[in-house]
């Protein structure tokens, strides 16, 4: 029904940043929340930031506050990962995340970061 599609994923050194980008392929569907999880090989995949549609509520993992922000276009469905000050604890694969109103879950396909040290 609708795909969610990253960008912005790569190599960088540690204290560069990238941005990361999510577009939903339907600008119909009604999103409550949208965000990004990332997962590391041999690790659990994990909360990065959520932002919610309606209003500027956000949450992050503790291991990014005052690093990573968060930002959304709900007229274009998408939502953005602006990163800072990128550690090579950062490396893992960011997949996009949303939530509709009946609490249905959507993901992208992934986008690899990799932090050199």
């Known amino acids: 029904q609708v795909q969610l599609v990253e960008s912005g994923g790569g190599l960088v050194q540690a204290g560069g940043s990238l941005r990361l980008s999510c577009a939903a392929s339907?600008?119909?569907?009604?999103?409550?929340?949208m965000g990004w999880y990332r997962q590391a090989p041999g690790k659990q995949r994990e909360l990065v930031a959520i932002?919610?549609?309606?209003?500027?509520?956000?949450n992050y993992a503790d291991s990014v506050k005052g690093r990573f922000t968060i930002n959304r276009d709900n007229a274009k469905n998408s939502v953005y990962l602006q990163m800072n000050s990128l550690k090579s604890e950062d490396t893992a694969v960011y997949y996009c995340?949303?939530?509709?109103?009946?609490?249905?879950?959507?993901w992208g396909q992934g986008t690899q970061v990799t932090v050199s040290s």
């Open positions: 932002i919610i549609i309606g209003g500027s509520n956000t």
């Open positions: 995340y949303a939530r509709n109103d009946v609490l249905s879950s959507y």
């Open positions: 339907r600008r119909d569907f009604r999103f409550n929340a």
